[in-house]
């Protein structure tokens, strides 16, 4: 008898050390939580007020971006000009886009460091984040702007969690409340908001104030932040994670409302999105993704097709 004990001792030793492993694994991929939410979501009515990510469909598929050869990231739309900005970082350029993914006009970045989001804020007027620094910085580009230059540009630093290369990888403006939302990739993975930058009017006095809500933070149920979006209509902040595979709705009280997965076979996906970096919504709700290398998406739900 005592030949056979060890053995089954051993085994179960193992299989508990292999659930231990289990259980952490899933607890670093957040997929307990995530799984929580399908699951809810499958008794609880979608809030009239969510955007119902889940109804979205993908109608351009990983178009290639002609004419760029760099990786693609963040992006956002300007109502005025009708059209999307992204950025690049290898050699640091400023891309505006058509809605339907060509190249319209490029803008040399000179002294941004690591640009990795942009934003629109208003006519005119973006800001940039240099990753490496965690620098925002606020441009004015003008129809005839060949190349901005961050040492002639109004800027701050946030200088909390510096070091290494995981700092702010999105942004998202709130035109109403006067708000910029900034994402810090992971490590931790923190959403700030940052009242007072960029300044209207040069002659007021300069007051910034940057908050951040821990309880909201922890409730996303994603490996990273990539890309944000705020959405004007509803008042919901939309985070989008490349690690997760996944884009996260979240209401004004940061409780998640829907998700839109980027997966293969999921949103009518022929290919999973290999690196999601950006996502930006126009005026009739049109969902805009692009990916590393250069990649380019388009989502719309039914009703819009």
Known sequence: MRRFARPKSLI??????????????????????????????????????????????????????????????????????????????????????????RILRRVALVGFGDPEAVEFISEDTYVVTDESQQRLIKIRLEQDTTFVDAADAEQMTIGVHMGGNKGFEGLAYDSVGKRLFVAKERNPMLIYEVHGFPRFNPEESYSVHVINDPKRDAGMFVRDLSSLQYDERSGHLLALSDESRLILELDVSGRPLSTMSLGKGRQGLQKTVPQAEGIAVDDDGTLYLVSEPNLFYVFKKPTQL
Not at 66 to 75: M, T, W, Y
Not at 78 to 96: A, C, G, Q, W, Y
């Open 12 to 101: 179960l030793i193992l299989s508990v050390i292999s659930l231990i492993a289990l259980v952490a694994f899933g607890q670093y991929l957040r997929l307990f939580e995530r799984a929580w939410f399908n699951l809810h979501t499958l008794w609880q009515p979608v809030s009239s007020q969510s955007m119902g990510l889940d109804q979205y469909r993908v109608v351009t598929e990983a178009q290639v971006i002609d004419g760029l050869a760099d990786n693609v990231s963040a992006l956002t739309y300007d109502p005025v000009r009708k059209s999307l900005f992204t950025v690049t970082n290898k050699h640091s350029e400023l891309i505006e886009l058509s809605l339907d993914g």
